[in-house]
T-cell receptor, first 113, second 112 residues
């Protein structure tokens, strides 16, 4: 059974720092992995999608990597800003017939001015 | 291009009642999935619809049901509401199954 873990659960950094959020999964047979951002009381915003055949994806100040064999993904945020404060969630879609998204509990990020 | 629209945004119901939530996916998207989000459990998969057929179902009781219409809009229904059904219900829209998922703002259901 696929399980997704995100560490740390919470993170507080000063503005301008580069930071890394971690996501690990127990079953390497995934179809893709997606990173999302959630602001308090709001829905989810898709940040990056990495297919199982890819090693990384980049969008602006965000870079996500995927190491399927070790069951890990990282989300790198460069030059963090207060507007980056949110909860970051990763979700994996398993290979096979049932490709529902399986979620970590998220990392709550606070970027302090 | 309009995003995913969920209605209503907020609902307050009493125990024992039933509720229907609606989701309109992005135009051209044919797959709709539903998730329940609670502080303790995180996001839990409810069900997925594609071309008006339920393709996957999560581990929720039969009180939770859904359907998809020919225009890809989807509804989910919860009957005999319990206090534990209080949650944020999120709908995801995908062009087809297994592609990038886009979410609506959610419906916040409070059962009192």
């Amino acid at each position: 059974k696929q399980e997704v873990t995100q560490i740390p659960a919470a993170l507080s950094v000063p503005e301008g720092e580069n930071l890394v959020l971690n996501c690990s999964f127990t079953d390497s047979a995934i179809y893709n992995l997606q990173w999302f951002r959630q602001d308090p009381g709001k829905g989810l915003t898709s940040l990056l999608l990495i297919q199982s055949s890819q090693r990384e994806q980049t969008s602006g100040r965000l870079n996500a990597s995927l190491d399927k064999s070790s069951g890990r993904s990282t989300l790198y945020i460069a030059a963090s800003q207060p507007g980056d404060s949110a909860t970051y969630l990763c979700a994996v879609s398993n290979a096979g017939n049932n490709r529902k998204l399986i979620w970590g509990l998220g990392t709550s990020l606070a970027v302090n001015p | 291009k309009a995003g995913v629209t969920q209605t209503p945004r907020y609902l307050i119901k009493t125990r024992g009642q039933q509720v229907t939530l609606s989701c309109s996916p992005i135009s051209g998207h044919r797959s709709v999935s539903w998730y329940q989000q609670t502080p303790g459990q995180g996001l839990q998969f409810l069900f997925e619809y594609f071309s008006e057929t339920q393709r996957n179902k999560g581990n929720f009781p039969g009180r939770f049901s859904g359907r998809q219409f020919s225009n890809s809009r989807s509804e989910m229904n919860v009957s005999t509401l319990e206090l534990g059904d209080s949650a944020l219900y999120l709908c995801a829209s995908q062009r087809v199954m297994n592609t990038e998922a886009f979410f609506g703002q959610g419906t916040r259901l409070t059962v009192v």
